[in-house]
C-alpha cells in the first residue's frame, strides 16, 4: 500500500495510518481503497483494537482531498464517492474490533468524520477538530453528522456542525467526544501505552464489550441515516456556494 501504513503493536493493536503528509493526510480514492483493504486485514489478524491515525505531527487528517474532488461537479458525480467513503466509515463504525481514533493533529471535514466513525478519540494536546463543511457549502457527506449524533448529546452534535468552527482538544474533552489526552512527547507510543490496560486483558473481554456496544445501536436506522446524509450532501455539492468555497481553498495564498 502507497497512502496507508499499517503496523502490528504485538497481537494488541493494528495501526492503520493514513500517510500523506504533505497534503495534511487528505483522502482521495486510493487511500479509500486502501482504509478498506487495511481494514480487512485488521479483522482477519489476531489484534483486538484497531487505531486510526495520520502521519506527522500536524493532521490526523484533512477530509476529502480537494485537489482531486474539485474535479467532482454533479450530484451524481459526488453522490458515487460519497458513497463509497461512506460505506467504509460505516463499516468502521460496526466493527467487530474496538476502534480507536488517535488525533496527533488537525482533524477537519472529512478527517473529523473519520474520528467520529470510531468507537474512542484519543487526542494530542495541540489538536484542532472542526466539522467545516459548512464553510464550504455542504454538509458532512461520509456519514459523519449522522454518527456524530450516536457519540455526543444532540445539542452538542448540533453545535459543532451548525457552527463549523475549530475545536481545541480542551473543549473536545469537556464535551466528551475526546475521551482520553496524551502529553507524552511521542504521542502514538503514548496512545498503545495507555491502550495496554485494554489489550493485555483476556480477548474475549474485549470481544464481548464490543459486542455490547454494538448492541446499542440501531444499525439499519443509523445505516438510513447515513444515505439521508450523503443524499442532501451530494445536492449541495452541484451549487455554485460549493464550487467556489472550493476554488477559494486552492487558490489561497
Ligand atoms: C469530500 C468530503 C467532505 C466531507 O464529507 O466532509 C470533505 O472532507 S470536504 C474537505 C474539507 N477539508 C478542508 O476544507 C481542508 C482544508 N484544509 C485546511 O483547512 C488546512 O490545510 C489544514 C488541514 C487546517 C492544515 O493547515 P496547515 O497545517 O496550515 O497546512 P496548509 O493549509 O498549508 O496545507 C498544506 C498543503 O496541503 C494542502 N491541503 C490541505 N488540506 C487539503 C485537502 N483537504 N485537499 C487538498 N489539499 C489539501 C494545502 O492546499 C497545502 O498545499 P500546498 O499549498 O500545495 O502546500
Partial sequence: MESVQIKNYGTGVTLIQIDRKEIRNAINEQVMDELNQALTLAERDASCIVVISGSGERAFCSGGDLSVFQYLKTEKQAKEMLLKMGAILERLA????????????????????????????????????????????????WGGSSLLFERVTNQIALDMLLSARMYSTDELYKQGFVHKVIYNASFLEGVIEYLESYFLQN????????ARLLDQLDRPNIH??????????????????????????????
Avoid at 203 to 210: F, N
Avoid at 225 to 249: G, M, P, S, Y
Wanted: charged share 20%.
Fill in 94 to 141: 460496526f466493527f467487530p474490533k474496538v476502534t480507536v481514533a488517535a488525533l496527533n493533529g488537525t482533524a477537519v471535514g472529512g478527517g473529523s468524520e473519520l474520528a467520529t466513525a470510531c468507537d474512542l478519540r484519543i487526542a494530542a494536546p495541540h489538536v484542532k477538530l472542526g466539522f467545516v463543511q459548512g464553510e464550504l457549502g455542504i454538509t458532512t457527506g
Fill in 224 to 253: 438510513r441515516n447515513i444515505q439521508n446524509e450523503i443524499k442532501d450532501c451530494a445536492k449541495l455539492w452541484e451549487t455554485d456556494v460549493h464550487h467556489e468555497a472550493v476554488r477559494a481553498f486552492l487558490n489561497r495564498s
Fill in 203 to 210: 480477548k474475549g473481554v474485549l470481544q464481548a464489550y464490543k
